[in-house]
């Protein structure tokens, strides 16, 4: 299993402005991924976090909006970048392991994001 | 493309008395499917996954999940309820294809347990 982390845990920011979340994992993970959740609603996959490389991003999500990095196998960082108040969310990391039937997503606490 | 659904977006039950949340798939292909669990203000846990080694899968909590390719579902159960079940559960695929991690999450179904 994966223990994964998230900082913040939830914050409240001024529209127009950057937040930038942090995900630690404790140990290594093949895969890491960033979802959104918002109030009252299912999970919604953001991006792969691809290490040393850029992320890849599900349709309606764009780099510039949600910078992502990802420089080691453990560790990966999200931005949400001028926002609004419809990026009020839970924002999720998680880890993926192993493969095939084995293939397993730990998830992080996920981090509540209020924009006023 | 995949999907999900969970028929039910709350579900009431007694305490002591039987659980049941509804996950159905769309696919030609069984997939590998999980129940995820969310307490408020925190993160997803994981109930259990079927991956195709039974079809009866015996997960945390005293859940268990029965997958019937015939019905493309997979509910989930729980023989009494207990208070601390109130949650949010999420169905998941993941589709069996070759290279692809990402998981597609039902909507969810929120669990209340009435004294």
């Known amino acids: 299993s994966a223990v994964i982390s998230q900082k913040p845990s939830r914050d409240i920011c001024q529209r127009g402005t950057s937040l930038t979340i942090q995900c630690q994992v404790d140990?290594?993970?093949?895969?890491m991924f960033w979802y959104r959740q918002q109030p009252g609603q299912s999970l919604t996959l953001i991006a792969t976090a691809n290490q040393g490389s850029e992320a890849t991003y599900e349709s309606g999500f764009v780099i510039d909006k949600f910078p992502i990095s990802r420089p080691n196998l453990t560790f990966s960082t999200l931005t949400v970048s001028n926002m609004s108040p419809e990026d009020s969310s839970i924002y999720l990391c998680?880890?993926?392991?192993?493969?095939?039937?084995?293939?397993?997503?730990?998830f992080g606490p996920g981090t509540r994001l209020t924009v006023l | 493309a995949q999907s999900v659904t969970q028929l039910g977006s709350h579900v009431s039950v007694s305490e002591g008395a039987l659980v049941l949340l509804r996950c159905n798939y769309s696919?030609?292909?069984?997939?590998?499917l999980f129940w995820y669990v969310q307490y408020p203000n925190q993160g997803l846990q994981l109930l259990l996954k079927y991956t195709s080694a039974a079809t009866l899968v015996k997960g945390i909590n005293g859940f268990e999940a029965e997958f019937k390719k015939s019905e493309t579902s997979f509910h989930l159960t729980k023989p009494s309820a207990h208070m601390s079940d109130a949650a949010e559960y999420f169905c998941?695929?993941?589709?069996?294809?070759?290279?692809?991690?990402?998981?597609?999450f039902g909507t969810g179904t929120r669990l209340k347990v009435l004294a």
């Open positions: 998680s880890g993926g392991v192993g493969g095939g039937s084995l293939s397993e997503q730990f």
């Open positions: 998941a695929v993941r589709p069996y294809t070759s290279g692809t991690y990402k998981y597609i």
């Open positions: 140990s290594q993970v093949t895969m």
């Open positions: 696919s030609s292909v069984p997939p590998y």
